[in-house]
Nanobody
Framework: QVRLVESGGGLVQAGRSLTLSCAVAEDIFQGVGWFGWFRQAPGKSRESVATISQIGRTTYTDTVVGQFSISQDNAKNTVSLQMNSLRPDDAGVYYC????????????WGQGTQVTVSS
């Protein structure tokens, strides 16, 4: 099992920035092919927001292109999500997830961190 712990969520005013961080257990960080950030808003299904591969390839959902940036720090075993110009509809619980090599889906998840954006 991969152990992931998110941090950095909170209450922020619309238009401000927030950075989420995901700490990944050191002994398994290199066994992961893809990391992703997902979010779930109240009453909605969980959606992929951004992903990054071990070689640095990134993908973003259309609504956050140019607004969010995902990155990973191999020295610190962390994956971050920089969120700029936040809007109320960016609010939700944000989850960090990992897909290990050879797996077809994200098979390890953090507990989530709440992001609330006030208008």
């Amino acid at each position: 099992q991969v152990r992931l712990v998110e941090s950095g969520g909170g209450l922020v005013q619309a238009g401000r920035s927030l950075t989420l961080s995901c700490a990944v257990a050191e002994d398994i960080f290199q066994g992961v092919g893809w990391f992703g950030w997902f979010r779930q808003a109240p009453g909605k299904s969980r959606e992929s927001v951004a992903t990054i591969s071990q070689i640095g390839r990134t993908t973003y959902t259309d609504t956050v292109v140019g607004q969010f940036s995902i990155s990973q720090d191999n020295a610190k075993n962390t994956v971050s999500l920089q969120m700029n110009s936040l809007r109320p509809d960016d609010a939700g619980v944000y989850y960090c997830a990992a897909r290990r090599w050879g797996r077809s889906a994200y098979d390890n998840w953090g507990q989530g961190t709440q992001v609330t954006v006030s208008s």
